[in-house]
């Protein structure tokens, strides 16, 4: 089974400074997807970013991008010139390849951003 | 982007109440889920369904009743609940095949006293 692991229960940045979430995933998969969540204080889960697993490149959307290490199995994010908007949960999570595949996720992160 | 729609917002029931929750998403979609989410806890799905067809069911307590009318709603209904199925309930929905987001809502915040 598929398994998504966060290891920092919290982090803390100062504003406009860089932070970096981790995460870390178990599959026997070969063609998957990798996400990252942000869920605010409203509690509604915003998509930050996606990967496609058999696309190199590491994604991009705007001060959000990821690390992809496939053969390691890690997917990181890389939040730039942290904003106090940015304060938040970050879940990481996993899909497979077939159209029914279920997102797993994981624990989440959750990010406070200091003024 | 709030497409998905949950009401109520917060729920407070007693253990021998029977209650509904609804969702509802204006974005066309054909996929429509249920996650709970517990604290210090990963997301739990509990059920999905595409195009109206109930497709997974994760050993979800029969005290849980999804129900699925039509492509934009989706309802859980609850009944005889435990004081351990407090939690925020949330809903989401996708347009089902490779690799899609899903669009969540803002969840039920539910206490079950």
């Known amino acids: 089974a598929q398994t998504v692991t966060q290891s920092q229960p919290e982090m803390s940045v100062q504003e406009a400074e860089t932070v970096t979430l981790s995460c870390t995933y178990d599959t026997s998969e070969s063609d998957y997807y990798l996400f990252w969540y942000k869920q605010p204080p409203s509690r509604q889960m915003i998509l930050v970013i996606r990967q496609e697993a058999y696309k190199q490149q590491n994604a991009t959307e705007n001060r959000f991008s990821v690390n992809f290490q496939k053969a390691a199995k890690s997917f990181s994010l890389k939040i730039s010139d942290s904003q106090l908007g940015d304060a938040a949960m970050y879940f990481c999570a996993y899909k497979g390849g077939g159209s029914q595949g279920n997102l797993i996720f994981g624990k989440g992160t959750k990010l406070s951003v200091k003024p | ?113």
């Open chain 2, 1 to 113: 982007e709030t497409g998905v729609t949950q009401t109520p917002r917060h729920l407070v029931m007693g253990m021998t109440n029977k209650k509904s929750l609804k969702c509802e998403q204006h974005l066309g979609h054909n996929a429509m889920y249920w996650y709970k989410q517990s604290a210090k806890k990963p997301l739990e799905l509990m059920f999905v369904y595409s195009l109206e067809e109930r497709v997974e069911n994760n050993s979800v307590p029969s005290r849980f009743s999804p129900e699925c009318p039509n492509s934009s709603h989706l309802f859980l209904h609850l009944h005889t609940l435990q004081p351990e199925d407090s939690a925020l309930y949330l809903c989401a929905s996708s347009q089902e095949s490779r690799g899609e987001k899903l669009f969540f809502g803002s969840g039920t915040q539910l206490s079950v006293l």
